[in-house]
Nanobody
Framework: QVQLVESGGGLVQPGGSLRLSCAASGSICSIYTMGWNRQAPGKQRELVAQ????????YADSVKGRFTISRDNAKNAVVYLQMNSLKPEDTAVYYC???????????WGQGTQVTVSS
């Protein structure tokens, strides 16, 4: 069983910044990708960013140049999402996830609300 705990959401004005954190614990597979998806009201959940064991990153076009995903090299299975130049359209519940390469199992966090509004 794998548990993911997110933190760092909140209310921020347009143009502001937030940093989300996600820590996984439990029986974590050896090769995995961690990432963030988001879901806005009335919309489908979409990929925001992801990072592999080897550090390869992938971003949605809508956040490229504004968001940065990173790993904590001192801690296993901890990732961050630095969000800069936030826009009202970034408002959503952000979900951390861990995807195991071999088993294809996917684990999700409970989600953290990010609201961008003046």
């Amino acid at each position: 069983q794998v548990q993911l705990v997110e933190s760092g959401g909140g209310l921020v004005q347009p143009g502001g910044s937030l940093r989300l954190s996600c820590a996984a614990s439990g029986s974590i597979c050896s090769i995995y990708t961690m990432g963030w998806n988001r879901q806005a009201p009335g919309k489908q959940r979409e990929l925001v960013a992801q990072i592999s064991n080897g550090g390869t990153t992938n971003y949605a076009d809508s956040v490229k140049g504004r968001f940065t995903i990173s790993r904590d090299n001192a801690k296993n299975a901890v990732v961050y999402l630095q969000m800069n130049s936030l826009k009202p359209e970034d408002t959503a519940v952000y979900y951390c996830n861990l995807r195991c390469w071999v088993s294809s199992a996917v684990y999700w966090g409970q989600g953290t609300q990010v609201t961008v509004s003046s």
